[in-house]
């Protein structure tokens, strides 16, 4: 117990130790951080204040926008922060926080990917019965399903993670806390830990990558019976900006947790944490706003009113 005790916070090394790289580093990953927030909050405001985008797929969206704004915010201040100190603690509360934060909101982002993918299997599918069945209710259910299962996800490990010893060294190789690198500190037997978050994180991902999966599937044999170009294309171009989150998505986790680890695994997996943890909330509202002509047309018009409103 007095090993328990001694371990009240933790290092994080972050990404370099040279001080003039370290401020370099803040500016590039502060542009990031504000362009993530400015980004993903005027896509959560276009839809909003426009009545033709109060529609289920909108809605999902400005939930995802919501996420990515939560998730970026759970590791890039304190990351920002750290490169302007010389000594980069976090408290072990904090620490936990984070962990439970980013189990939370990660588990809930791709549970609500799937059921993106599920509505617009309803809207190419069933166009009929499109409004009945993705009705406000329905969609608040699914929202809810995905958030509510990723918190009680989130909970279940992080308890688990409060019960372990940390006697030293308390040294992370990393800019933010994981369960995997926790795990490496413990003088705990980790094994039931691991197990947890395997065996449920296997369960949940696969789950909800079955689910986009299939509904992908009655999407494309919809849509390539579909005889005019014109409605075949129009049918792809509502789905391409979900697919390309989706595969972003997922091939920065499979990178992350299946790749070959290897003598250099430290600093590989510092690479693709980056991506999942700063760069893929800032990319979202970008290929939404690129490849989706009704979001940009939503933000386009919310800038001339601004414009407008000033020059009055």
Same mark, same amino acid.
């Given at each position: 117990?007095?090993?328990? /005790?001694?371990?009240?916070?933790?290092?994080?090394? @972050?990404? $370099?130790?040279?001080?003039?790289?370290?401020?370099?580093?803040?500016?590039?990953?502060?542009?990031?951080?504000?362009?993530?927030?400015?980004?993903?909050?005027?896509?959560?405001?276009?839809?909003?204040?426009?009545?033709?985008?109060? *529609?289920?797929?909108?809605? =999902?969206?400005?939930? &995802?926008?919501?996420?990515?704004?939560?998730?970026?915010?759970? /590791?890039?201040?304190?990351? +920002?922060?750290?490169? &302007?100190? #010389?000594?980069?603690?976090?408290?072990?509360?904090?620490? =936990?926080?984070?962990?439970?934060?980013?189990?939370? +909101?990660?588990?809930?982002?791709?549970? +609500?990917?799937?059921?993106?993918?599920?509505?617009?299997?309803?809207?190419?599918?069933?166009?009929?019965?499109?409004?009945?069945?993705? %009705?406000?209710?329905?969609?608040?259910?699914?929202?809810?399903?995905?958030?509510?299962?990723?918190?009680?996800?989130?909970?279940?490990?992080? =308890?688990?993670?409060?019960?372990?010893?940390?006697?030293?060294? %308390?040294?992370?190789?990393?800019?933010?806390? #994981?369960?995997?690198?926790?795990?490496?500190? $413990?003088?705990?037997? *980790?094994?039931?830990?691991?197990?947890?978050?395997? *065996?449920?994180?296997?369960?949940?991902?696969? @789950?909800?990558?079955?689910?986009? !999966?299939?509904?992908?599937?009655?999407?494309?044999?919809?849509?390539?019976?579909?005889? $005019?170009?014109?409605?075949?294309?129009?049918? =792809?171009? /509502?789905?391409?900006?979900?697919?390309?989150?989706?595969?972003?998505?997922?091939?920065?986790?499979?990178?992350?947790? !299946?790749?070959?680890?290897?003598?250099? $695994?430290?600093?590989? #997996?510092?690479?693709?944490?980056?991506?999942?943890?700063?760069?893929?909330?800032?990319?979202?509202?970008?290929?939404?706003?690129?490849? %989706?002509?009704?979001?940009?047309?939503?933000?386009?018009?919310?800038?001339?009113? %601004?414009?407008?409103?000033?020059?009055?």
């Amino acid at each position: 117990m007095d090993n328990q /005790t001694r371990v009240m916070e933790f290092i994080l090394l @972050g990404l $370099s130790s040279d001080p003039h790289f370290q401020i370099f580093l803040f500016v590039v990953f502060l542009f990031i951080y504000l362009l993530t927030l400015f980004g993903n909050l005027a896509i959560l405001t276009a839809i909003r204040v426009n009545p033709n985008l109060h *529609t289920p797929m909108y809605v =999902f969206l400005s939930h &995802l926008a919501f996420i990515d704004v939560a998730f970026s915010s759970v /590791t890039g201040p304190k990351m +920002l922060e750290n490169f &302007l100190r #010389e000594r980069k603690a976090i408290s072990r509360p904090q620490c =936990f926080a984070q962990v439970f934060f980013v189990m939370f +909101l990660s588990v809930g982002e791709g549970l +609500l990917l799937s059921v993106m993918a599920y509505d617009r299997y309803t809207a190419i599918c069933h166009p009929l019965h499109y409004m009945t069945m993705m %009705n406000k209710r329905v969609c608040s259910a699914l929202v809810c399903s995905a958030l509510l299962t990723g918190f009680l996800y989130a909970l279940l490990n992080t =308890f688990l993670l409060t019960t372990l010893q940390f006697c030293g060294p %308390n040294i992370i190789h990393h800019f933010s806390c #994981e369960a995997p690198q926790l795990f490496k500190l $413990s003088c705990s037997n *980790t094994f039931t830990n691991q197990m947890v978050i395997f *065996t449920l994180g296997s369960l949940l991902g696969m @789950g909800a990558l079955l689910i986009t !999966l299939a509904s992908y599937i009655h999407i494309i044999s919809a849509v390539l019976k579909i005889h $005019s170009t014109e409605g075949k294309r129009k049918a =792809f171009s /509502t789905c391409s900006s979900h697919v390309t989150i989706v595969v972003l998505y997922y091939g920065t986790i499979f990178f992350r947790y !299946l790749k070959p680890t290897s003598k250099d $695994s430290q600093d590989q #997996e510092m690479a693709p944490s980056i991506v999942y943890f700063i760069v893929t909330p800032m990319l979202n509202p970008i290929i939404y706003s690129l490849r %989706n002509q009704e979001v940009k047309r939503a933000l386009i018009n919310m800038w001339h009113r %601004n414009l407008e409103s000033e020059n009055t």
